[in-house]
């Protein structure tokens, strides 16, 4: 049986992981729109490494909530 099954959320903890998931998006977004804005190859590269982290989490959310 996973940990997660043993979990309960309240209306507070969903609302909260919501809004993780609403910044990770959006942070997502930002990242890339500075990795295509900018020319210096390296910053394009953290902008790029930046969207990655960021869309990784919000799927770790995603499938944390869609393991209820």
Known sequence: MSSE???????????????????????????????????DADIQNICKTLEENHTKNFNELYNFLNAF
């Open 5 to 39: 099954a043993n979990i309960t959320l309240t209306q507070k903890d969903l609302s909260l992981l919501s809004d993780l998931m609403t910044y990770e998006q959006w942070a997502a977004k930002k990242s890339m729109l500075c990795a295509d804005m900018v020319k």
